[in-house]
Nanobody
Framework: DVQLVESGGGLVQAGGSLRLSCATSGNYFSNYCMAWFRQAPGKEREGVAGIDSSRGTTVYADSVKGRFTISRDNAETTLYLQMDSLKPEDTAMYYC?????????????????WGQGTQVTVSS
């Protein structure tokens, strides 16, 4: 089965940076999509950034464009989310997700594999 483990969250001041990592293991597929989602208390889970392994394309939520960058290592075992110019409204639990058939940021519940999440807190 697929295992996803996030790390890299923490407390940072507004304007600061963090890099989240999502280590993957287990049996998965040559073509798949991965994405970062986040969920703040009392809010729905929202897509932040996604990547399509077969096309090499990326997608970002409007709220993070120009500030966040999604990437993978060459071995495609780790997914990253570089977060710059952080704002208090970026505070949330961040999750990585993987699916063979589902891509993009619109359909969180359709992603089959999820990590346990890492907390990001941005102070003003």
């Amino acid at each position: 089965d697929v295992q996803l483990v996030e790390s890299g969250g923490g407390l940072v001041q507004a304007g600061g940076s963090l890099r989240l990592s999502c280590a993957t293991s287990g049996n998965y597929f040559s073509n798949y999509c991965m994405a970062w989602f986040r969920q703040a208390p009392g809010k729905e889970r929202e897509g932040v950034a996604g990547i399509d392994s077969s096309r090499g394309t990326t997608v970002y939520a409007d709220s993070v464009k120009g500030r966040f960058t999604i990437s993978r290592d060459n071995a495609e075992t780790t997914l990253y989310l570089q977060m710059d110019s952080l704002k208090p409204e970026d505070t949330a639990m961040y999750y990585c997700a993987l699916d063979r058939w589902v891509c993009g940021l619109q359909n969180a519940q359709a992603y089959k594999h999820w990590g346990q999440g890492t907390q990001v807190t941005v102070s003003s």
